[in-house]
């Protein structure tokens, strides 16, 4: 099956730049989608087709995907950023073909 | 304003049996696919199933096939997956999710998310 993976965890101060990756074999070829969520909360899509934001995501949010490795970009990180972040692909060689990296810490300093 | 509420999660014993419902509003429910997702505690998001717009399609993860069934009344615009034979393995937070097609596909993503209903199976 696919394995998505992602660093356990990516500290960044205040008002700089925080990049959480996604691993995968050759994930370029594929859509990847990413997801936040904030302690005791439902995830939230932040990023979806590697690189699009939906309504009321922030700019500061921004995606890429190539080779086999796909990048979620969080600029002027701000203390509200902290969260779990996940990304997901489609695979469907995989047991279930929607597939969750393992998730990122993000812990603003 | 879409709006997803998950409900039925409770406190079951091994081998128990319970129904999960996810009332949604604020989009024309029968136009898109559904899943269920869960967390485990202290865990990642790990996906168990999912049924197309129209209820004519269903998929399961292979750790609950053949145990959770999946389902959907559209003139109700209600979800629900029956959980049996339930295992310790199976405490999580479970969580519906709208699809942002009407056919769960490679192209969909989980564009919204219920707030998650609670699932412990313990003796």
């Known amino acids: 099956s696919y394995v998505l993976t992602q660093p356990p965890s990516v500290s960044v101060a205040p008002g700089k730049t925080a990049r959480i990756t996604c691993g995968g074999n050759?994930?370029?070829?594929?859509?990847v989608h990413w997801y936040q969520q904030k302690p005791g909360q439902a995830p939230v899509l932040v990023i979806y087709?590697?690189?699009d934001r939906p309504s009321g995501i922030p700019e500061r949010f921004s995606g890429s995907n190539s080779g086999n490795t796909a990048t979620l970009t969080i600029s002027r990180v701000e203390a509200g950023d902290e969260a779990d972040y996940y990304c997901q692909v489609w695979d469907s060689s995989s047991d279930h073909p929607r597939v969750f990296g393992g998730g990122t810490k993000l812990t603003v300093l | 304003e879409v709006q997803l509420l998950e409900s039925g999660g409770g406190l079951v014993q091994p081998g128990g049996s319970l129904r999960l419902s996810c009332a949604a509003s604020g989009f024309t429910f029968s136009s898109y696919a559904m899943s269920w997702v869960r967390q485990a505690p202290g865990k990642g998001l790990e996906w168990v199933s999912a049924i197309s717009g129209s209820g004519g399609s269903t998929y399961y993860a292979d750790s609950v096939k053949g145990r959770f069934t999946i389902s959907r009344d559209n003139s109700k615009n209600t979800l629900y997956l029956q959980m049996n034979s339930l295992r310790a393995e199976d405490t999580a937070v479970y969580y519906c999710?709208?699809?942002?097609?009407?056919?769960?596909?490679?192209?969909?993503?989980?564009?919204?998310w219920g707030q998650g209903t609670l699932v412990t199976v313990s003796s």
């Open positions: 087709y590697d690189s």
């Open positions: 999710a709208k699809d942002s097609n009407g056919l769960y596909d490679s192209s969909g993503y989980s564009d919204y």
């Open positions: 050759n994930i370029g070829s594929k859509s």
